[in-house]
């Protein structure tokens, strides 16, 4: 069974930096397409960056210029750099995987921006 840990969040300012880690564990497998979404109260689970199965990457529009995802030199192992943090990117991240015609999901990590 696959399993997602994030890490990573916490709170900073606006203009601030964070970055954020998911480590997968339970498959022998390494895992091609990897991503982050992000959910903020009373708003529907986002895409916030993704790499595809085939190795491109993919970003919602509002992040696209300060946010970067990338693997880690460990196997199974994203993270995503957040630069120039602003109030509306508030919400808790989660990592997730395309798995078996399902998702697997981390347990989502807080991420709360102050103006």
């Known amino acids: 069974q696959v399993q997602l840990v994030e890490s990573g969040g916490g709170l900073v300012q606006a203009g601030g930096s964070l970055r954020l880690s998911c480590v997968a564990s339970?498959?022998?497998?390494?895992?091609?397409?990897m991503g982050w979404y992000r959910q903020a109260p009373g708003n529907q689970r986002e895409l916030v960056a993704r790499f595809r199965s085939g190795g491109t990457t993919e970003y919602e529009d509002s992040v696209k210029g300060r946010f970067t995802i990338s693997r880690g030199s460990a196997r199974n192992t994203v993270y995503l750099q957040m630069n120039n943090l602003k109030p509306e990117d508030t919400a808790v991240y989660f990592c997730?995987?395309?798995?078996?015609?399902?998702?697997?999901w981390g347990q989502g990590t807080q991420v709360t921006v102050s103006s």
């Open positions: 997730n995987v395309p798995w078996g015609g399902t998702s697997i």
């Open positions: 339970g498959t022998a497998f390494s895992l091609s397409a």
